[in-house]
Nanobody, 115 residues
């Protein structure tokens, strides 16, 4: 059974850093594109960063230069390194894995940026 499990969220002060992890099981992880999305209260879910099976990355303009997405196909885990966090980064962060029409979501992890 396919499963994505996020971890690493929490409370951090503005300017701080967090690293989110997304551990996959039950899928051929290396073949999937992986993305991080986030959803703030009252807002739509938005794409934060994505990495293809080949390692190409793209980022939302709002996080470019601050966030870095990466993947370790041996560990079947994707990461989102978040630096210089700001209150507007507060949201539930979700991991997504997709291969053509096959898509999976994690349960989400809360990130709160506040002093």
């Amino acid at each position: 059974q396919a499963q994505l499990v996020e971890s690493g969220g929490g409370l951090v002060q503005p300017g701080g850093s967090l690293r989110l992890s997304c551990a996959a099981s039950g899928i051929a992880f290396s073949m999937y594109a992986v993305a991080w999305y986030r959803q703030a209260p009252g807002k739509q879910r938005e794409l934060v960063a994505a990495v293809t099976s080949g390692g190409s990355t793209n980022y939302a303009d709002s996080v470019k230069g601050r966030f870095t997405i990466s993947r370790d196909n041996v560990k079947k885990t994707a990461y989102l390194q978040m630096n210089s966090l700001q209150p507007e980064d507060t949201a539930v962060y979700y991991c997504n894995a997709q291969l053509i029409a096959d898509m999976y979501w994690g349960q989400g992890t809360q990130v709160t940026v506040s002093s």
